[in-house]
């Protein structure tokens, strides 16, 4: 059984950055790939970033390309996202989860998930 437990959320202005970071106890983290999801209340959570286990590989969704970074230090059992050029649209509460598959980006492919934490854009 993974724990996953987050931290970095908060408050930033539009254009500003954050980083969130996730800390996994419980399983042998190398073994996971590692995502970042986000949800907005009443809408689906959507997929945001994965990392492969090794750190070698990693897959955003189009509409961070450019601006979030995945990233993880095995050592630390902690994954990373850094999140520059925030906009409004997206404030969200932010979930990172563990998979045994490689890159998956569909939420049913992730086996263990974090708490989430708020992240407020303001405009």
């Known amino acids: 059984q993974v724990q996953l437990v987050k931290s970095g959320g908060g408050l930033v202005q539009a254009g500003g950055s954050l980083i969130l970071s996730c800390a996994a106890s419980g399983g042998t983290f190398r073994r996971y790939a590692m995502s970042w999801f986000r949800q907005v209340p009443g809408k689906e959570r959507v997929f945001v970033a994965a990392i492969s286990w090794s750190g070698g590989n990693t897959y955003y969704a189009d509409f961070v390309k450019g601006r979030f970074t995945i990233s993880r230090d095995n050592a630390k059992n902690t994954v990373y996202l850094q999140m520059n050029s925030l906009k409004p649209e997206e404030t969200a509460v932010y979930y990172c989860?563990?998979?045994?598959?490689?890159?998956?980006?569909?939420?049913?492919?992730?086996?263990?998930w974090g708490q989430g934490t708020q992240v407020t854009v303001s405009s």
């Open positions: 989860a563990a998979s045994m598959r490689t890159l998956p980006t569909l939420r049913v492919e992730y086996d263990y």
